[in-house]
């Protein structure tokens, strides 16, 4: 069995008081496995992003339990969250977020840098995870000189250096045109497969369904339905489908 990486147990989200409240997540249950490409897919605001950023322990939920590498993050400190975060959590966002005045390799080496890694065993790290997202020939290269999807290559990179357990991924091929944004699930999808990590990646593009070994689809802020692709008979959304939501 794959390990549980992240487990939310009951988790709600209220955001606000009073009768402008709104609730995001209601009671979600939701474990995240080693192996796995999950992808999460829902309309716009259906509560993705607040789930992503609860689990990647940015955000805390109103009530329930996160768990990671099963270290609880309830009533944590905000330094030991940062804790886990470093530790296991590599994140990846729709924009890319890299440094504008940094190279490729600078921006993945800062990565190790807020860890206390430096010097040349550093920049070999670096060099070497440029390398397997494919921009070998692109470490001195600034973002403004990158097209979007080689930028998120490096953004990609940069979550993966440190070797985290999981890749949380906010509709990260968003920006991207269609073979740029199936190129980036390529990879995602072998930091699952080949490398065993967890990756979560929102998405509500269903072109993209097929890279998932799971999709769980939120709406309203609970979970509806959970498939596989691969499994006969699992009643997989069809891949030829419209662009859910926006
Ligand atoms: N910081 C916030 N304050 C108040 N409401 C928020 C906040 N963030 C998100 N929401 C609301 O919570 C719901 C879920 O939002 P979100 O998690 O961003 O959904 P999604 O990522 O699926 O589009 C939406 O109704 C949104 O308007
Ligand atoms: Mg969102």
Redesign the pocket.
């Known amino acids: 069995m794959n390990a549980a990486i992240i487990e939310a147990e009951r988790v709600s989200k209220t ?2 008081r009073g009768p402008t409240c ?1 609730e ?1 997540l209601r009671t979600l249950d939701l474990t995240i496995r080693s192996h796995e490409l999950t992808i999460l897919a ?10 992503l950023s609860i689990l990647g322990c940015m955000l805390t939920p109103t009530s329930g339990t996160v768990r990671v590498c099963g270290v609880s993050a309830r009533d944590a400190r905000p330094e030991a969250l940062a804790a886990i975060r470093r530790q296991h959590i590599g994140f990846v966002f729709q924009s890319y977020h890299l440094f504008s005045t940094l190279t490729s390799a600078e921006n993945v080496q800062l990565a190790l840098d807020v860890r206390g890694e430096r010097g040349p065993e550093a920049v070999a790290k670096s060099v070497a995870v440029l390398g397997s997202v494919g921009l070998s020939a692109k470490l001195k290269s600034f973002p403004r000189e990158l097209s979007g999807g080689e930028q998120q290559r490096v953004a990609i990179a940069r979550a993966l250096v440190a070797d985290p357990s999981i890749i949380l991924a906010d509709e990260p091929t968003a920006a991207l045109d269609t073979e740029n944004g199936r190129a980036v699930m390529a990879i995602l999808s072998s930091i699952a497969r080949a490398r065993g990590r967890a990756v979560l990646v ?1 998405t509500h593009d269903a072109r993209l369904f097929h890279f998932a070994d799971r999709i769980v689809q939120i709406e309203d ?1 609970a979970i509806i339905r959970e498939t596989r692709p691969d499994a006969s008979g699992s009643g997989a959304p069809d891949p030829n489908a419209s662009r859910a939501g926006a």
């Open positions: 955001y606000g709104v995001a829902g309309p716009s605001g259906s509560g993705k992003t607040t789930l929102v802020g």
